[in-house]
Each structure stands twice: as C-alpha cells, then as structure tokens.
C-alpha cells in the first residue's frame, strides 16, 4: 500500500520542512514512512534531519549518468526513510528534474507512505513536479493573507494536474489568532480539512539547530502534539505499491525545464 | 503619494526584479527604486511601480500609474521579462513621513514573492528585516476580510487555474493535466474525490 503526499505551501517561511519531518515521524508509528526532500532548489530537510554530511543525495540520482543507486540516497532516521537533497547549486543545474518521477516510482514499490517535501515556489518545471506526482497534497498555511493566497495557488495547481487535498495545517500560530474562524472561512476555499492549528514554538528553531526533527527533539510540546494529531486526521489511503510505481514510471514527464 | 527626490545611483535594464532587489538588500540601500517593465512599455500598456526600501528592507510598494498602493500595488507592475529599474538614494528622515502610510505598506519579503517570484530572496529579506517587521501581514481581521471576499477569491483560483494549464503547455506536462481541470465548476467533485483517489485518476 502507499499513497504520495506532497506538502505544499507555495509560499517560504510556513514551516513545510518542519511539518513534513514532524507528520512523517508521526505516521511512522503505523506505517512505513519515506520521506523525499523534492525541493531540489533549496534543499534543507538535510539540516533538519540531521544529514548534512550525507555523502548521496537526491541530486546524484537526477543527474545524467548517474552511479548512485536509490538506497544510496536513502537514510534510517528517525524512524523513517530520508532521502535528502543536496544544496550546491551546480549540482541543482546539472539535475534533470523529470528523473524525480523515476526516482519517487522506485521508492514507491516499497514503503506505505512517501511524503514529498515541496518546493516554495510554482514558477519552474522542478517546482510543481512533486505537486504533480502526488496523489495528494497537505497544504501548510501561516493564519496571513499572503499565505492564503499563495496556498490557494498551489492547491489550484495541484487539482489542474487530478491532485486532490488531503488538508490544511495551520502552521506558526500565534496565541493571539483565532484560527477556528479562519479555518471555518478558509475550509470553503479549501478540499480536505483542517489537520491541524500549530502554535509557534521556539522547540522548532532550537529542533532546527540540533539537526534533529521537531517531533524528536520536543515530543512532549504542544506543537508535537497538533502535528500529531494532523497525522492522525489524515487517512490514508489504500493503494497498490506497484500501480503507483508503475504510475509513476508512466507520468508523462519529458525532458528538462 | 509623495516620495522626497532621491540621488540616482544607477538605472538600467534588468532581467528580472530579483537581481535589483537583491543588489540592494546587499548594499542596504535607503531610497527607492522605480520599476517599469519594459513589454508592457513595448505593448502601449505603461507600467510603473516605486518600492522604497529602508537599509536594503523594502517598505512600501505604489502603482504610479494606476495610483494603487500595497500588495495590490505591487501586483500592478509586476510583469515578467526584462524591467528597467532606476535605483535613488534618500535620506532616511526624508523617508519618515512617506513609511508613515500604513495602506502602502508591505510584508518585507512581498516584493521579492510578487515581483519576481523568488521566495528564496523573499525569505532573506523577511530575515534581514528588524523584528518588529517579520510578522507584519498578520492582521486577522484582514484575512477574515480577505476570505469573506469569494468572488476576489474565486478571480485568484481562476487565474492560478489559467497559469496551471499555460504553464503546463510551457513545460510539456499537457498530458497529466486532468480532463476537468479547466472546469471551475469541478471543485467539489474535486474535494469529493479526495476520499478516493485511485491510479486511474490522471
């Protein structure tokens, strides 16, 4: 079984790295996690993991001629399996992004659950292949119009290419936000349901500067908690591992951006 | 609204906003910087945007030619392609009174976001900027407003929409865009499906 989510947000600072990591510790309770770091252009789900030193990353399997095999990129943290990306931008330029769908197939085969952390942006191939390839996207918004606005982009890309919403995560929440109304507001807008409100938290800077995940570094916290609970809200589907791979290997994805 | 005349340092054609906003985050300018992107000038379609900046931090955006203020502003002039932009110095007093618009104002990272869709840049400058600016756009009335306005709402679906499926056409991806993707009315079959989302959904 396996089903591809890309966590999305379209916009930066909403905390996506930091809400893929913490929802792929917490499904790894039930199922076999993999977690991908597709934002190819500004790769650091590796600091958050605690892999800077990873010797293969995603980069080495989506260049031309490649050595790596996929395991070589793939790393036991934390429960889950991390593939990390690499952050040199000569290695970003020589990666042909439609060998992510090569790459994601491969993986599919052999886990319940892959969660492609995506990139903030939506104005290159790179950037929306991930949103394509998933079955289903997990918005993470900021309570700010910006946000919202951006989120609604993406979720419009992503349906424009038959990739649903799982929900929304309200992330960085601020004790004064009142992000009940916003949700009730914002979920006509919106497929799926709320996950999750996540308060601001320091744990997730200090989790970021121990190279550790959210969920490892404060299990205990509120934020732990509200992420937990998203995992918990979001079902996942059943699916055949091979027809996804084989999904995967068919998505029409030609050559460069 | 009034911006003091300012030193010009350099005016020339870029190829994207970017560059320009990110030369004068590095040398921390204060002053402003008038964009006019030169297609919509090639297309008879005048288009002139200020943003000001207080040391490399942009403030506020204005639309001189449509004389709109803000994010919506900055909306107005940001055209892909090549911009002409002419970069002048100006004391920070002399800024004071105009930084003093609230309706003009703008989240520090916005004009990378809008202008030249580097949320890299974006999330530099937002870093850049003083504390007291970094949450600046979180005013809940102003997204309870912003989500009571369906039909702004629906114009930003719609566009994104549009963009998805042009861009799709750009990028070679015609073939997994979904059948009923161009049909606004789909959504919630869309939100529907979610609950059972198959192999044979694209």
Known sequence: MVEAFAVASGKGGTGKTTSTLALGMALAEDYDVTVIDADTGMANL?????????????????????????????????????????????????????????????????????????????????????????????????????????????????????????????????????????????????????LASVPESDAVRAARREGKPLLAHAPDGPAADAF?????????????????????????????? | MRIPRGELRRSRVVDDAAAVLRTVLDEELTGYVVFEPQDALLLGEPTRGVVTFEDGVPVLAYDTEREVGGRDGLEGFAVTGPTRAAVHAVDADALADAHEVEAFRVPPGEPARVLAGDERLAAETTDAAPAARRDEGRDQSAVESFLADADAIEEIRSEAREEARARASEWGLDDVLADDADDADTDDDADTAAIDVGPDSR
């Not at chain 1, 889950?80 to 085969?109: I, K, N, Q, Y």
């Not at chain 1, 951006?150 to 038959?162: I, R």
């Not at chain 1, 799982?166 to 004064?176: H, L």
């Open chain 1, 46 to 194: 590796l600091f958050h993991a605690g892999l800077d030193d990873a010797d293969v990353t995603l980069h080495d399997l989506l260049v031309d001629e490649r050595d790596a095999a996929v395991s070589d990129a793939v790393y036991e943290r934390f429960g889950m399996s991390v593939v990390p990306c690499g952050t040199s931008l000569t290695a970003f330029e020589a990666a042909d992004p439609g060998r992510l769908r090569d790459v994601v197939a491969e993986l599919a085969a052999d886990t319940d659950v892959l969660l492609l952390d995506s990139p903030a942006a939506l104005g290159s191939k790179s950037a929306v292949l991930p949103v394509v390839l998933a079955d289903r996207i997990v918005v993470v918004l900021q309570p700010t119009v910006p946000s919202l606005s951006d989120g609604l982009k993406v979720q419009e890309y992503a349906h424009s290419y038959g990739t649903d919403t799982a929900g929304v995560v309200f992330n960085r929440v601020r004790p004064d936000e009142n992000v009940d109304r916003i949700a009730e507001q914002a979920g006509r807008y919106f497929g799926g349901q709320t």
């Open chain 1, 228 to 257: 937990r609970e998203a995992a918990a809200r979001l079902d996942v589907c059943d699916g055949d591992g091979r027809e996804v791979a084989e999904r995967f290997k068919n998505a029409v994805v030609p050559e460069r951006i």
